[in-house]
């Protein structure tokens, strides 16, 4: 996985765990990677993938199964889904719209880009 130097690490790696979910490579009530698994396959210290897997809980997205290991809450889905919405509305719409209106850009412009089959 490419990092990029704007967001944490491990939360770079929770976007992608919380992406799989919403796509249905991690479905709810099934176990995900282990975390020493996990940080070799994403190249990073198993500290790091631990600390995502605690953010990943403490949002209630995953859950530990002593013992057993860390598996996709039922609710996981909507949770996702939840706090994307609540990024992009806080952080990522704010700049879509800036961009748009320093390059003056219509909506009749972007309207193509919200067709169905795009």
Do not use: C, H
């Not at 020493?36 to 995502?52: C, I, S, Y």
């Amino acid at each position: 996985m490419e990092f990029k130097n704007t967001k944490g690490i491990f939360l770079q790696i929770a976007d992608s765990i919380s992406e799989k979910v919403i796509g249905g490579q991690y479905p709810p009530g099934e176990k995900i990677p282990s975390v020493r698994d996990l940080a070799t396959e994403m190249g990073v210290n198993p500290n790091t993938v631990m600390r995502t897997y605690t953010e990943l809980q403490v949002r209630g997205i995953i859950d530990n199964k002593r013992g057993i290991g860390f598996y996709v809450s039922t609710e996981a889905v909507q949770i996702i889904r939840d706090w994307k919405r609540k990024e992009f509305f806080e952080i990522d719409l704010p700049l879509i719209v800036r961009q748009t209106r320093m390059l003056g850009i219509t909506f009749e412009e972007l309207k193509p880009y919200f067709e169905p089959n795009n």
